[in-house]
């Protein structure tokens, strides 16, 4: 079992950076597979990145590569997504995931087991 929940959402101008934590309790967060995804309002929740449990692979969607960077701290059982460049198009409610028995589909929605409550995030043009 693990619980999620979600930091550091705000407002921000084009430009601008936010970084998101999500802190995990439960005993299976350190080999759990971590992802973010967003969810805009009218919109499916997409992929943003993801890191293996490890902290060795990390993978992004397109539209955030180069301008994101996931990362984990085992030891405090946090998540972390540093977002540099904001745009107004990467306004959305940004959720964690975790991934207790990863198999390797780490951008598929549907591989996650748990799920954070989200943290908005909004973007000023």
């Known amino acids: 079992q693990v619980q999620l929940v979600e930091s550091g959402g705000g407002l921000v101008q084009a430009g601008g950076s936010l970084r998101l934590s999500c802190a995990a309790s439960g005993r299976t967060f350190s080999s759990s597979a971590m992802g973010w995804f967003r969810q805009a309002p009218g919109k499916e929740r997409d992929f943003v990145a993801a890191?293996?449990?490890?902290?060795?692979?990390?993978f992004y969607a397109s539209s955030v590569k180069g301008r994101f960077t996931i990362s984990r701290d085992n030891a405090k059982s946090t998540l972390y997504l540093q977002m540099n460049s904001l745009k107004p198009e990467d306004t959305a409610v940004y959720y964690c995931?975790?991934?207790?028995?990863?198999?390797?589909?780490?951008?598929?929605?549907?591989?996650?087991?748990?799920w954070g409550q989200g943290t908005q995030v909004t973007v000023s043009s």
């Open positions: 890191i293996s449990w490890t902290g060795g692979y990390t």
């Open positions: 995931a975790a991934d207790s028995n990863p198999s390797g589909s780490y951008r598929s929605l549907v591989e996650y087991d748990y």
